[in-house]
């Protein structure tokens, strides 16, 4: 139960129209936006981690109390496992880096204009960020790109590095907090191949649910929160969030995995 003495959450849009601007105030109880947070989380963890409910012969494995089958399909992580290139290393380096984005590309349909995406935990992002300083570095890059005024004339060192290009393919780097549950200490990615299927027009990568079940948001109100007819006896209210949902990997042998040893 959420009872009513939280904070409640206030988001401002500003849309501008031809009178000039507009400001518009949203607002949404702390205990909705934790459901809907919560609901988000697991979803993303469940496409991350999530394993197949079937058997190999098409049978439901899991029940609930009254019988009723439970499918779910297998989740990002393992559906490329099965086809995906794994490099095991034990320090990232450029060589490492530039290894895997030109064996990923010879996947691809073309060996150039691809877009890449690098889904890494923690530890695997600051590496990243290591291997492109030192890229600069090795380089002799001189310009104002790894220092900047700050505040009061004084020095920002440093730079966050978003991306890296090699071969003519761009690899965009971005830090999965559910990669980095899983392993919290050493180094892992995934590599996605995010370019459009040029017969099909395709999405590499789908979310699939069913219509209108993406996303419900139920309300159990009880008493003490407004005048009139409740449904609990409890002397608050909850936010029931669920939904189904499902990731679909269209070619998951355009993938590749890095894991430090």
Known sequence: ERFINQVDNISKITKEDINGNKNYLFKMPARQKLAIDTFHEAMNNMMMWGKSTMDENGKCTLHDRTGRELIAGDG??????RYASIY???RLTTNVLTEA?????????ESTGNKFLFLCN????????????EFLKNHKVDQQFMYSE?????????????????L?????????????IEYPRTGYGIMLDLTTDKASGLAPIQKLTL????????????VGIKNGEVVTGVAGESYIASGYAGIGIMNPYRTYILMQN
């Not at 990002?76 to 496992?81: F, G, K, N, T, Y």
């Not at 219509?211 to 009880?222: A, D, M, P, R, V």
């Open 101 to 109: 984005i030109t064996d990923l590309a010879q996947k691809c349909e």
């Open 211 to 222: 219509e209108g079940k993406e996303f419900i948001l139920n309300h159990l109100t009880g």
């Open 168 to 180: 003519g393919n761009i690899i965009s780097f971005r830090p999965e907090r559910a990669l980095t």
């Open 76 to 81: 990002l992580i393992a559906q490329i496992e």
């Open 88 to 90: 095991n290393y034990a």
């Open 150 to 166: 700050y505040e009061n004339k004084t020095i920002k060192v440093g730079a966050t590095y978003g991306a890296f290009e090699w």
């Open 122 to 133: 923690d530890v695997l992002y600051a590496d990243l960020q290591r291997v492109c300083a």
